[in-house]
């Protein structure tokens, strides 16, 4: 293991013995993190864009977290709360509970990650109503377990050559407006992909056989895509009509992602189970579903949890975050890094015709290439040409200090 002091070196071991289903974007392998920058092992710092994949919104190794880590180690380090509880689970659920928007009385229940915590949203909405039918979105994300899988909208590399599939999972489009599934243009559209869950009811699957729709307030991989505000207004009350759940996935849009505490605050809409996860727990293993007490509270006790659901380490890492959101003004800076992004990507827009779409709500925010902007034609390789341009700078991260060319 000494060996291990280039980023050449560490990569012949990897792969010798670990599999190649677990790839990774970069060959720099992290050495530590602080903040938002990264440095590898051989020394080489980079500011880091990816973050986990969204895991890290307060930033790597905060000080307020690291201290809440050591000191609950040095505590115990597991129980199992259905064996032995503790405060701290109890405490984050209150956080959570809280912090979900919408009036109406929640409870919390804890797993590890976002794919768990969406599996057990659609076991208690199906529990809930006695209904099988799960409705999902193209270009929709969740997980890569049998049911995230099957919920998840791409092929490759998520679903191929691994299915079958989950039963009773079914599919409608998204509101993506640049790319309108329908050939409309908002507004003049009036937001009819929202209506087409009707279409769906009596083509695909009725809404006295559907327990949920599934949808993302902003897809993540699918491409950063936030509908407009009267989509979710729609699609919510289409819902409430029929008896049908609204599940929201905050697993990428939650913890402060787009300027709120979570995304549906932007619609103004509660909905009946909402999934957390990600920066929860500033890149601890901890995941929770948060919905309406009457919902969440109809599974029989022990119909849900887990051995490490709500890990006492996470939990109070996870409550960190929380104070940190607070005491730094986490979502107002959040506010103003948006405002920032917006304008410069849209300044670059104006100035680069590859530009096609700015995109998204507050800093969870994306440019889409395309080779011309009247055919919206995507500009595959020419995005493929300047992601190799950025990883022969900077694997993946931009670096703080310019490497030799």
């Known amino acids: 293991m000494d060996s291990f002091t280039t980023n050449a070196a560490i990569k012949e071991v990897r792969d010798k013995y670990m599999a190649k289903g677990t790839a990774s974007g970069t060959d720099a392998y992290v050495s530590h993190a602080k903040g938002a920058v990264i440095t590898d092992v051989e020394g080489n710092e980079y500011i880091d864009f990816a973050g986990g994949i969204a895991v890290m919104n307060v930033g790597h190794s905060h000080p307020k977290v690291v201290k809440a880590i050591q000191d609950q180690a040095e505590k115990f380090t597991h129980t199992c709360f259905m064996v ?13 509970c809280e912090a979900v928007p919408g009036d109406s009385p929640k409870a919390a229940m804890f797993v590890n990650s976002g794919a768990e915590a969406v599996e057990n949203a659609v076991k208690i909405a199906r529990y809930y109503t006695q209904k099988q039918g799960i409705i999902a979105f193209d270009g929709a994300f969740h997980g890569r377990t049998l049911m995230g899988m099957t919920l998840t909208s791409k092929v490759k590399p998520y679903k191929f050559g691994l299915g079958p599939f989950a039963p009773e999972v079914y599919r409608m489009p998204f509101a993506n407006c640049y790319r309108c599934p329908f050939n409309q243009e908002y507004p003049g559209c009036k937001v009819q992909c929202a209506d087409h869950l ?8 009725a809404a006295e056989q559907t327990a949920a729709v599934l949808v993302e307030p902003v897809q993540g991989e699918g491409g950063f895509i936030a509908p407009p505000k009267e989509y979710f207004q729609k699609l919510k009350a289409i819902c409430e009509k029929n008896n049908v759940l609204l599940i929201a996935d905050e697993i990428q849009s939650g913890m402060g992602r787009t300027g709120h505490m979570f995304a549906m605050e932007h619609y103004g809409i509660e909905a009946d189970i909402t999934t957390v996860a990600k920066s929860l727990a500033a890149g601890m293993p901890l995941s929770a579903v948060v919905g309406k007490k009457e919902i969440m509270d109809a599974v029989h006790p022990s119909g849900i949890g887990g051995t490490y659901g709500g890990n006492p380490i996470c939990c109070e890492a996870a409550l960190a975050v929380f104070d940190i959101f607070e005491s730094e003004n986490l979502l107002e800076k959040a506010v103003e890094l948006g405002v920032t992004l917006d304008n410069r990507f849209k300044r670059l827009q104006g100035k680069f015709s590859i530009i096609g779409d700015v995109r998204g709500l507050g800093p969870m925010i994306a440019m889409e290439l395309v080779k011309d902007r009247q055919e919206k034609t995507p500009a595959a390789d020419e995005t493929k040409a300047l992601v190799n341009i950025v990883l022969s700078e900077a694997c993946l991260y931009w670096p703080v200090v310019p490497t030799a060319m």
Request: glycine share 0%; charged share 20%.
């Open 198 to 205: 009707e279409h769906i009811f009596i083509n695909t699957v």
């Open 84 to 96: 032995s509880p503790y405060d701290s689970a109890v405490k984050l659920s209150q956080k959570l």
